[in-house]
Nanobody
Framework: QVQLVESGGGLVQAGGSLRLSCAASGIIFSANAVGWYRQAPGKQRELVAAITSRGRTNYADSVKGRVTISRDNAKNTVYLQMNSLKPEDTAVYYC????????WGQGTQVTVSS
């Protein structure tokens, strides 16, 4: 059974930083592409960043230069380091892995105050 657990969200002032974690069980992250998504109130869920099994990364234009996705294979965990946070980054952040079907974590709230 695949389970994803996000953590690391919280309330931060604009310009601050957070590091989100997504720990997996039941699946080997290093063998799959993993993505971080976010959903703000009243908006569709959108891709923030992704990392492939080979370590290639891609980022949404809105976060390029401020966000880094990385993976610790030993811990089977994917991270999202977010710097220079803006109020528009406020959302629930989810990690996702596709392995025959989509698996999602429960999400972690990020709130950036101005």
């Amino acid at each position: 059974q695949v389970q994803l657990v996000e953590s690391g969200g919280g309330l931060v002032q604009a310009g601050g930083s957070l590091r989100l974690s997504c720990a997996a069980s039941g699946i080997i992250f290093s063998a799959n592409a993993v993505g971080w998504y976010r959903q703000a109130p009243g908006k569709q869920r959108e891709l923030v960043a992704a990392i492939t099994s080979r370590g290639r990364t891609n980022y949404a234009d809105s976060v390029k230069g401020r966000v880094t996705i990385s993976r610790d294979n030993a811990k089977n965990t994917v991270y999202l380091q977010m710097n220079s946070l803006k109020p528009e980054d406020t959302a629930v952040y989810y990690c996702n892995v596709h392995f025959f079907t989509d698996y999602w974590g429960q999400g972690t709230q990020v709130t950036v105050s101005s």
